[in-house]
């Protein structure tokens, strides 16, 4: 009851009369539904499904992981690799591949697949950007 939450389904459905197609972001808790992130229209490779998300509401940014390697706007991600893609420029950038990670040792073969983003405190500021908490399968 009340409060929002963010979802990617791993199938296209109706909510409320919107379609969400598989691995949209969408944001329910308001009147109607909201289609964050459009997977076909930011050019997600068919077959990939999201299977983390977080909303940056401040930044304005969607932090995801994906169920599958693939490719997109230049970077080539795994199934534990976190990207960023920024919902003002609808662009890119890598947050975290914990394969270039040394201080991780227990990656080898885990898949993210879900993600909570904290503010790191920096001095009297916060910045933000530190994975914060992960559930991995292997």
Not at 55 to 78: H, K, N
Not at 88 to 93: I, L, P
Not at 117 to 127: A, N
């Amino acid at each position: 009851e009340g409060g929002e939450w963010i979802l990617s389904l791993d199938r296209t459905t109706q909510i409320m009369g919107e379609t969400v197609r598989d691995s949209d972001v969408v944001r329910l808790g308001g009147a109607n539904p909201e289609v964050l992130f459009s997977a076909t229209e930011q050019g997600l490779p068919a077959g990939v499904d999201i299977d983390g998300v977080h909303f940056d509401v401040e930044a304005y940014e969607l932090f995801l992981s994906f169920d599958q390697p693939g490719r997109i706007s230049g970077i080539t991600f795994d199934d534990d690799t976190v990207l960023v893609f920024s919902l003002d420029n609808q662009s890119w950038r890598l947050h975290y591949d914990p394969s270039s990670d040394t201080s991780v040792a227990f990656w080898n073969g885990i898949d993210v697949d879900a993600i909570s983003v904290t503010p790191e405190v920096f001095g009297d500021s916060f910045e933000s950007g530190g994975v914060a908490g992960w559930s991995a399968v292997k």
